[in-house]
């Protein structure tokens, strides 16, 4: 799953949200935010792991209900074997 919605509302959002103090946040200027929103965006998108893909627009509220219905039909992965390095049983 990956969450999606433009720049200029994460920026918001970020901008407008509870800061832990220890985060140092506060101090941030409305552009230094828009530069790290900007970064974060320039990334090349979710991580490509082989299973399916939903991208959810999150400009809007999201219907919780109707994705976990989305989400609970999708095939249950097989998850990689690991190979060595383990504790034997």
């Given amino acids: 799953m990956?969450?999606?919605c433009p720049?200029?509302?994460v920026t918001e959002r970020?901008?407008?949200?509870?800061h832990h103090l220890g985060d140092l946040d506060q101090a941030l200027t409305?552009?230094?935010?828009?530069?790290r929103v900007a970064l974060w965006a320039s990334h090349p998108g979710p991580l490509a792991l082989g299973g399916?893909?939903?991208t959810i627009d999150t400009s809007h509220p999201v219907d919780?209900?109707?994705l976990a219905g989305e989400i609970?039909?999708?095939p249950n992965?097989?998850?990689p074997s690991r190979s060595g390095g383990g504790i034997p049983r």
């Fill in 72 to 74: 609970r039909v999708l």
């Fill in 14 to 18: 970020f901008r407008t949200r509870h």
């Fill in 77 to 79: 992965p097989t998850p």
């Fill in 2 to 4: 990956s969450c999606d």
């Fill in 30 to 35: 409305h552009d230094q935010i828009h530069e």
């Fill in 64 to 66: 919780i209900d109707a």
């Fill in 52 to 54: 399916p893909l939903r």
């Fill in 7 to 9: 720049t200029t509302l």
